[in-house]
Protein backbone atom coordinates (compact mmCIF):
# COMPACT_ATOMS: atom_id res chain seq x y z
CA UNK A 1 0.00 0.00 0.00
CA UNK A 2 1.66 3.21 -1.12
CA UNK A 3 -0.03 5.69 1.51
CA UNK A 4 1.25 3.13 4.20
CA UNK A 5 5.06 3.17 2.90
CA UNK A 6 5.07 6.94 2.44
CA UNK A 7 3.64 7.45 5.70
CA UNK A 8 5.86 5.12 7.19
CA UNK A 9 8.50 7.12 5.77
CA UNK A 10 7.24 10.43 7.29
CA UNK A 11 7.28 9.03 10.30
CA UNK A 12 10.74 7.06 10.26
CA UNK A 13 13.04 8.04 7.50
CA UNK A 14 15.77 10.62 7.29
CA UNK A 15 14.75 14.50 7.37
CA UNK A 16 15.05 14.39 3.74
CA UNK A 17 13.17 11.85 3.15
CA UNK A 18 10.40 12.99 5.65
CA UNK A 19 9.81 16.12 4.08
CA UNK A 20 9.81 14.71 0.47
CA UNK A 21 6.36 11.65 1.47
CA UNK A 22 4.58 15.00 3.04
CA UNK A 23 5.48 16.93 -0.74
CA UNK A 24 4.30 13.68 -2.20
CA UNK A 25 0.77 13.36 -0.08
CA UNK A 26 0.46 17.05 -0.65
CA UNK A 27 0.97 16.65 -4.43
CA UNK A 28 -1.05 13.24 -4.93
CA UNK A 29 -4.72 15.31 -3.85
CA UNK A 30 -7.35 14.00 -6.63
CA UNK A 31 -9.93 16.19 -8.54
CA UNK A 32 -12.74 13.65 -7.83
CA UNK A 33 -13.89 13.60 -4.40
CA UNK A 34 -14.71 10.00 -4.49
CA UNK A 35 -11.35 9.59 -5.00
CA UNK A 36 -10.18 12.26 -2.45
CA UNK A 37 -12.31 10.38 0.19
CA UNK A 38 -10.34 7.10 -0.19
CA UNK A 39 -6.73 8.96 0.34
CA UNK A 40 -7.96 10.97 2.95
CA UNK A 41 -9.44 7.24 4.73
CA UNK A 42 -6.11 6.12 3.85
CA UNK A 43 -4.12 8.79 5.49
CA UNK A 44 -6.28 8.32 8.67
CA UNK A 45 -6.11 4.32 8.71
CA UNK A 46 -2.07 4.95 8.56
CA UNK A 47 -2.23 7.86 11.20
CA UNK A 48 -1.18 10.54 8.42
CA UNK A 49 -2.70 13.22 11.33
CA UNK A 50 0.48 12.53 14.29
CA UNK A 51 2.55 11.85 11.80
CA UNK A 52 2.56 15.42 10.16
CA UNK A 53 1.70 17.38 13.19
CA UNK A 54 5.32 15.37 14.36
CA UNK A 55 7.12 16.84 11.63
CA UNK A 56 5.29 20.25 12.27
CA UNK A 57 6.56 20.47 15.48
CA UNK A 58 10.36 19.16 14.91
CA UNK A 59 10.87 19.71 10.82
CA UNK A 60 13.28 22.62 9.35
CA UNK A 61 10.89 25.46 7.70
CA UNK A 62 10.72 23.40 4.37
CA UNK A 63 9.32 19.95 6.14
CA UNK A 64 7.44 22.29 8.22
CA UNK A 65 5.76 24.01 4.72
CA UNK A 66 5.00 20.47 2.93
CA UNK A 67 3.67 18.64 6.46
CA UNK A 68 1.36 21.75 6.54
CA UNK A 69 -0.19 21.32 2.67
CA UNK A 70 -0.66 17.29 4.06
CA UNK A 71 -2.92 18.49 7.01
CA UNK A 72 -4.99 20.28 4.74
CA UNK A 73 -5.21 17.63 1.70
CA UNK A 74 -6.11 15.00 4.73
CA UNK A 75 -8.68 17.18 6.27
CA UNK A 76 -10.19 19.02 2.84
CA UNK A 77 -13.75 18.92 2.11
CA UNK A 78 -14.61 18.10 6.00
CA UNK A 79 -13.31 14.77 5.98
CA UNK A 80 -14.64 14.61 9.86
CA UNK A 81 -12.11 11.42 11.00
CA UNK A 82 -9.14 13.80 10.47
CA UNK A 83 -10.22 16.79 11.51
CA UNK A 84 -11.04 15.30 15.20
CA UNK A 85 -7.52 13.85 14.88
CA UNK A 86 -6.13 17.84 14.21
CA UNK A 87 -7.73 18.71 17.45
CA UNK A 88 -6.57 15.87 19.50
CA UNK A 89 -2.70 16.13 18.32
CA UNK A 90 -2.57 19.83 18.92
CA UNK A 91 -2.22 20.54 15.17
CA UNK A 92 -4.16 23.56 15.22
CA UNK A 93 -1.68 25.45 17.57
CA UNK A 94 1.04 24.72 15.51
CA UNK A 95 -0.79 25.84 12.20
CA UNK A 96 -1.39 29.04 13.40
CA UNK A 97 1.77 29.38 14.74
CA UNK A 98 3.03 28.55 11.13
CA UNK A 99 0.66 31.77 9.97
CA UNK A 100 2.09 33.77 12.65
CA UNK A 101 6.16 33.60 12.13
CA UNK A 102 6.53 31.30 8.68
CA UNK A 103 7.32 32.77 5.42
CA UNK A 104 4.40 33.54 3.54
CA UNK A 105 4.70 30.26 1.63
CA UNK A 106 3.84 28.54 5.13
CA UNK A 107 1.53 31.71 6.37
CA UNK A 108 -0.29 30.72 3.23
CA UNK A 109 -0.64 27.17 3.29
CA UNK A 110 -1.91 27.52 7.22
CA UNK A 111 -4.60 29.42 6.28
CA UNK A 112 -5.62 26.53 3.74
CA UNK A 113 -4.95 24.28 6.35
CA UNK A 114 -6.65 25.81 9.12
CA UNK A 115 -9.62 26.43 6.86
CA UNK A 116 -9.72 22.72 6.10
CA UNK A 117 -9.00 21.79 9.45
CA UNK A 118 -12.12 24.08 10.78
CA UNK A 119 -14.49 23.86 8.76
CA UNK A 120 -17.67 22.36 9.75
CA UNK A 121 -15.97 21.36 13.47
CA UNK A 122 -17.22 23.69 16.36
CA UNK A 123 -14.37 22.52 18.32
CA UNK A 124 -11.77 23.38 16.33
CA UNK A 125 -12.82 26.62 15.39
CA UNK A 126 -12.55 27.35 19.37
CA UNK A 127 -9.12 25.83 19.60
CA UNK A 128 -8.04 28.47 16.91
CA UNK A 129 -9.72 31.18 18.92
CA UNK A 130 -7.88 29.87 22.15
CA UNK A 131 -4.27 30.41 20.03
CA UNK A 132 -5.47 34.06 19.05
CA UNK A 133 -6.51 33.12 15.61
CA UNK A 134 -8.85 36.11 15.00
CA UNK A 135 -6.35 38.28 16.10
CA UNK A 136 -3.37 36.95 13.72
CA UNK A 137 -6.19 37.00 10.83
CA UNK A 138 -6.72 40.58 11.17
CA UNK A 139 -2.57 41.21 11.66
CA UNK A 140 -2.15 38.79 8.39
CA UNK A 141 -4.67 40.48 6.20
CA UNK A 142 -3.03 44.20 7.00
CA UNK A 143 0.75 42.77 6.62
CA UNK A 144 0.70 40.17 4.66
CA UNK A 145 2.05 39.81 1.28
CA UNK A 146 -0.84 39.15 -1.43
CA UNK A 147 0.03 35.56 -2.21
CA UNK A 148 -0.77 35.45 2.12
CA UNK A 149 -4.05 37.45 2.08
CA UNK A 150 -5.91 35.44 -0.90
CA UNK A 151 -5.83 32.58 0.95
CA UNK A 152 -6.14 34.08 4.65
CA UNK A 153 -9.22 35.96 3.16
CA UNK A 154 -10.81 32.63 2.20
CA UNK A 155 -9.90 31.78 5.98
CA UNK A 156 -11.67 34.38 7.43
CA UNK A 157 -14.85 34.50 5.16
CA UNK A 158 -15.27 31.09 6.89
CA UNK A 159 -14.38 31.98 9.79
CA UNK A 160 -17.44 35.44 9.98
CA UNK A 161 -19.82 32.17 9.62
CA UNK A 162 -18.93 29.65 11.90
CA UNK A 163 -16.72 31.52 14.82
CA UNK A 164 -18.45 33.67 16.74
CA UNK A 165 -15.08 34.81 18.66
CA UNK A 166 -13.82 35.74 15.15
CA UNK A 167 -17.24 37.76 14.13
CA UNK A 168 -16.60 39.88 17.25
CA UNK A 169 -12.86 40.35 16.59
CA UNK A 170 -13.02 41.30 13.21
CA UNK A 171 -15.88 43.82 14.08
CA UNK A 172 -13.61 45.69 15.65
CA UNK A 173 -12.43 48.78 14.31
CA UNK A 174 -8.86 47.44 13.97
CA UNK A 175 -10.62 44.07 11.61
CA UNK A 176 -12.30 46.24 9.49
CA UNK A 177 -9.51 48.58 8.83
CA UNK A 178 -8.12 45.16 7.85
CA UNK A 179 -10.43 44.69 5.59
CA UNK A 180 -10.43 47.75 3.48
CA UNK A 181 -6.78 47.61 3.46
CA UNK A 182 -6.69 44.29 1.92
CA UNK A 183 -9.38 45.36 -0.62
CA UNK A 184 -7.22 48.04 -1.63
CA UNK A 185 -4.43 45.85 -2.07
CA UNK A 186 -6.19 43.60 -4.40
CA UNK A 187 -7.88 45.86 -6.45
CA UNK A 188 -4.32 47.74 -7.06
CA UNK A 189 -3.26 44.19 -8.14
CA UNK A 190 -6.65 43.27 -10.24
CA UNK A 191 -7.26 40.74 -8.03
CA UNK A 192 -11.29 41.29 -8.42
CA UNK A 193 -11.98 37.71 -6.62
CA UNK A 194 -9.77 39.27 -3.81
CA UNK A 195 -12.07 42.39 -4.18
CA UNK A 196 -15.40 40.40 -3.78
CA UNK A 197 -14.34 38.42 -0.84
CA UNK A 198 -13.17 41.55 1.16
CA UNK A 199 -16.37 42.84 0.28
CA UNK A 200 -18.54 40.03 1.21
CA UNK A 201 -16.61 40.35 4.69
CA UNK A 202 -17.15 43.88 5.12
CA UNK A 203 -20.89 43.16 4.61
CA UNK A 204 -20.82 40.82 7.53
CA UNK A 205 -19.08 42.85 9.75
CA UNK A 206 -21.21 45.56 9.36
CA UNK A 207 -24.54 43.70 9.50
Known amino acids: NGIYVLVNLARNGSSRIQKQSAEVVRALAPESTSDLRILQNELFVQGAIPTFTRLLRLGDAETKLYATGAIAVACRDRFVKNQEQVLDCGSLELLVRQ???????????????????????????????????PELVCRVLYTGTVEVQLP?????????????????????????????AVKVSFSMRRLYQGVDKADQCLKVVSA
Open 99 to 133: LRIGVPDGQAWAAEAILESCTGQAANWREFEEHKG
Open 152 to 180: VINLTIQALKESQAALAEIRKPSGVQALE
